[in-house]
């Protein structure tokens, strides 16, 4: 049984930080790129950050290069997303999703909610 696991949302005030974690399991997750999407109310989901399969290459989303960083611990089959300076604008419900080929799973996402 295939699964994603988000976990590390919350409640975080401007300028803070979160660390999200998402847990694989059922799947060979060393052979997935993996990613970061989000959802904020009344928008379109989109992709913040991406890694492929052995780290060695990520990519990020425009608006959250310099504070964001996508990482993974193959022999954790975990996935991490570090963010700093946390903004209002990025309120929203936060997404792993694995990618081989045709191949895709979602997790069920983690809500980050940033507010004084």
């Known amino acids: 049984q295939v699964q994603l696991v988000e976990s590390g949302g919350g409640l975080v005030q401007p300028g803070g930080s979160l660390r999200l974690s998402c847990a694989a399991s059922?799947?060979?997750?060393?052979?997935?790129?993996m990613n970061w999407y989000r959802q904020a109310p009344g928008k379109e989901r989109e992709l913040v950050a991406s890694?492929?399969?052995?780290?060695?290459?990520?990519t990020y989303v425009d608006s959250v290069k310099g504070r964001f960083t996508i990482s993974r611990d193959n022999a954790k089959n975990t996935v991490y997303l570090q963010m700093n300076s946390l903004k209002s604008e990025d309120t929203a419900v936060y997404y792993c999703?694995?990618?081989?080929?045709?191949?895709?799973?979602w997790g069920q996402g983690t809500q980050v909610t940033v507010s004084s």
């Open positions: 999703y694995a990618r081989r080929s045709n191949v895709r799973y």
């Open positions: 059922g799947f060979p997750f060393s052979n997935y790129a």
């Open positions: 890694i492929t399969t052995a780290g060695e290459i990520t």
